[in-house]
């Protein structure tokens, strides 16, 4: 049996789940965002719904690491934004491996070393999805997975199936 923590692990390496084969039958899909606090507008969603059969792609958390190179091989070192501009390319070519693109995402985690990134950090990811934000939550840690990555993005999609 696994471990609450490797269970989730697994949850969130899996790229597809999809909703029982009843559910695939019905023909609406249906993405809204909703921002009820005035604040929050041009910021971020604070809700995101999906209604209808969908396909959900979890991508684990995105950073700065050299795609092609060996392991902890951090590219833009010291240069907070061409790490978020990176890492958001990454995404989006991610994304479209699995049918889906930036205006699929309905939840991203940012991870951030250091607060004071926090609007380079808003910018970045604005420039990415445009005028209709997903849902987001913020992090500042301490450290990520590798030396000098200094920004990380979780990101959660859904698409209809087809």
């Not at 269970?7 to 809204?32: D, I, N, R, W």
């Not at 005035?38 to 604070?46: D, M, V």
């Not at 907070?80 to 890492?87: L, M, R, S, W």
Request: charged share 20%; glycine share 8%.
């Amino acid at each position: 049996m696994l471990k609450p923590m490797a269970l989730m692990s697994c949850v969130c390496a899996a790229t597809l789940c999809s909703f029982p084969a009843a559910a695939q039958t019905a023909s609406t899909f249906e993405k809204k965002t909703f921002n009820y606090s005035e604040w929050t507008k041009g910021r971020f969603s604070e809700a995101v719904t999906v209604t209808g059969p969908s396909k959900m792609i979890f991508l684990a958390g995105v950073g700065a690491e050299d795609e092609n190179g060996s392991g902890g091989n951090i590219l833009y070192k010291g240069d907070f934004g061409a790490q978020c501009k990176y890492a958001y390319d990454k995404i989006k070519r991610l994304l479209e491996k699995q049918g889906a693109e930036l205006s699929d995402v309905v939840k991203v985690v940012s991870y951030v070393t250091d607060m004071r990134y926090q609007s380079d950090y808003g910018k970045c990811r604005s420039e990415a999805f445009g005028p209709t934000l997903p849902a987001h939550t913020l992090l500042n840690v301490t450290q990520l997975a590798w030396p000098g990555m200094m920004v990380e993005v979780d990101v959660t999609a859904v698409v209809p199936l087809k």
